[in-house]
C-alpha cells in the first residue's frame, strides 16, 4: 500500500471512530468531494464537504496577498469550484498611466478534482497559439491553502449582462451569437472541446466590451490529439449543465464539438426571450423528457414569431440546426458554415449597424478604473512552482479524459 493510501486509511479509522455529530466539526477526510444525486444524476458536495467548503472558503477569504506578488483586491464572481477576484501585480510599478488589474481564480489545495489544473493547461495552449477569444494566461501555482491562476480580467459574463440589460436586441443578440462561436471554434482549433457552455462562461472585455470571450475549461475534454481525432472508447458520465446540454449527453454519449454549438443554440433561443421549458426543472431525467419534446426546431418556431428580425434570426439559426444534426458525435464542425450563416443573419437584419447595449456604459468604466492590458502580459513568463508538476497531478498535464 502506497503511503497516501495507508494515511487516508488512518484518517478513515479515525474518523469512523467520531460520533456524527462531531464529525461535522472536524471535517479531515480529505478535501471536499462531489457526490452524485442518485435520482437525477446530479452533483452536488455532500453535507460535510459544504462545510469542508465554507471554511476553507473562509481561509481563503483571510487571504490578502499571494506569493508576495499578487494582491486580491475584490471577489467578482463565484462558481461551484472556486471564486474569481480581481488581482493586482504588486511587482509592476505604479505609474498613473498603468492600468492595473487581473483575473485570479482559487481553489482549495485540497480539493478532490483540481479543474485549475486541467483550466491552466488551455490557457497555456491558447497563449502558444495566440487565440485572441481565449483569456491571456499569466500565472498559476499554490500556496499551503489554494491553488491559483491568474489570467486576463474581463467584463461582466453575458448571464450578468443579460439579466443586466432586459432590452437587448435581436441584432446584438445575432452578434454575440456570432462571437461565441468564434469563442468556441478557437477552443477546438486546440483539439478540445468545452462541455459547459451556458451564458456565465461567456464574459465580454473588460477594455474591449465589444468582444466575447470563452471561459472556464475546468470540464474540458481533449477530443483530438497531435491532429488525429481520439476514438470514442467508453461512454461518459455526465458532464455540465442540465439546462444547456444536448440530448446525446443526456444519453451518456461522450461529449464532441458540435454538442458545443448545440448548447449555444440553446443560449441563442433564451437571449431571443424564448424561454427553455425545462428551465428550472431539477430532475435530469425530466429535463431529458421535455428536451425531447420541445426540439430546437421547435422552439425556433417560437423565435420566429417574436418579430421581424427574429424571424430572419430563426431562418439562419435552423440552417445551422440542421447541419448540427447531421454532424457525427466525434466529428469537427464546419465553422466556415455557421459563421457565414450568422453573417447572413446579420447583413439582413442589421444594414451593418450593431450597438451592443453594453459598450459605451461599459468603456467608461474601465477608463475610470485601471486593468492591465494584454500587451503587459503577451511575453510574460511565469516564474511560480507550477502545481501541475506535483507527482499527483501530473497526468493531467495533458487533458484528455
Ligand atoms: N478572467 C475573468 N475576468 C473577469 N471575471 C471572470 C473571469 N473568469 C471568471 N470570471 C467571473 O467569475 C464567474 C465564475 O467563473 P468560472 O465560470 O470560471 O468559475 P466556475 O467555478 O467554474 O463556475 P461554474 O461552476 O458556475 O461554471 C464567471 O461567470 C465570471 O462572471
Ligand atoms: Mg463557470
Redesign the pocket.
Known amino acids: 500500500m502506497d503511503f497516501i493510501a495507508r494515511d487516508r486509511n488512518r484518517r478513515l479509522q479515525a474518523a469512523a471512530k467520531n460520533p456524527p455529530n462531531e464529525k461535522l466539526n472536524t471535517p479531515k477526510l480529505g478535501g471536499p468531494r462531489l457526490a452524485t444525486n442518485a435520482a437525477s444524476g446530479t452533483k452536488f458536495f455532500s453535507r460535510e464537504s459544504r462545510h469542508i467548503l465554507d471554511n476553507r472558503n473562509k481561509e481563503l477569504d483571510n487571504i490578502k496577498m499571494i506569493r508576495n506578488r499578487w494582491k486580491i483586491l475584490n471577489l467578482?464572481?463565484?462558481?461551484?469550484?472556486?471564486?474569481?477576484y480581481?488581482v493586482d501585480d504588486t511587482h509592476i510599478k505604479e505609474t498613473s498611466l498603468r492600468k492595473r488589474m487581473l483575473?485570479c481564480?482559487i481553489e482549495p489545495i485540497d480539493q478532490e478534482q483540481s479543474?485549475l489544473a486541467i483550466?491552466s493547461t488551455v490557457l497555456k495552449q491558447a497563449k502558444q497559439t495566440k487565440k485572441t477569444r481565449i483569456?491571456l494566461f499569466v500565472d498559476v501555482g499554490k500556496t499551503p491553502q489554494m491553488k491559483y491562476l491568474i489570467?486576463?480580467?474581463?467584463?461582466?459574463?453575458l448571464?450578468?449582462l443579460m439579466r443586466r440589460y432586459k432590452s437587448v436586441s435581436p441584432v446584438s443578440v445575432l452578434e454575440i451569437i456570432k462571437q461565441c462561436t468564434i469563442g468556441i471554434s478557437e477552443l477546438h482549433e486546440l483539439g478540445i472541446v468545452h462541455r459547459?457552455i451556458?451564458p456565465?462562461?461567456f464574459?465580454v472585455g473588460?477594455t474591449d466590451p465589444d468582444r466575447v470571450?470563452i471561459?472556464?475549461f475546468?470540464l474540458c475534454r481533449q477530443f483530438k490529439i497531435n491532429g488525429e481525432i481520439r476514438p470514442l472508447k467508453h461512454r461518459d458520465g455526465f458532464k455540465g449543465?442540465s439546462r444547456y446540454v444536448t440530448l446525446d449527453i443526456h444519453g451518456g454519449k461522450v461529449s464532441g464539438p458540435a454538442d458545443d454549438v448545440k448548447s449555444l443554440l440553446y443560449m441563442a433561443i433564451e437571449f431571443f426571450g424564448v424561454n427553455l421549458p425545462w428551465a428550472g426543472v431539477k430532475e435530469k431525467k425530466l429535463v431529458y423528457d421535455i428536451k425531447t419534446k420541445y426540439t430546437t426546431k421547435k422552439l425556433l418556431s417560437k423565435v420566429e414569431k417574436k418579430g421581424k428580425v427574429e424571424k430572419i434570426a430563426a431562418k439562419y439559426l435552423n440552417n445551422i440546426n440542421n447541419y448540427l444534426e447531421e454532424v457525427k458525435n466525434n466529428e469537427e464542425v464546419n465553422y466556415k458554415f455557421i459563421i457565414s450563416q450568422l453573417d447572413m443573419a446579420l447583413a439582413d437584419s442589421s444594414n451593418g449597424i450593431i450597438n451592443l447595449e453594453w459598450v459605451d456604459e461599459l468603456s467608461k468604466t474601465a477608463k475610470k478604473n485601471k486593468c492591465y492590458t494584454v500587451d503587459d502580459y503577451s511575453k510574460f513568463e511565469h516564474d511560480s512552482d507550477d502545481f501541475l508538476m506535483d507527482r499527483k497531478v501530473k497526468k493531467k498535464k495533458s487533458i484528455r479524459r
Open positions: 467578482v464572481g463565484t462558481g461551484g469550484f472556486g471564486k474569481v480581481t483575473a481564480k479543474l483550466e483569456p489570467m486576463q480580467f474581463l467584463g461582466p459574463s448571464a450578468q459547459d451556458k456565465s462562461n464574459c473588460y470571450y471561459i472556464d475546468g449543465t
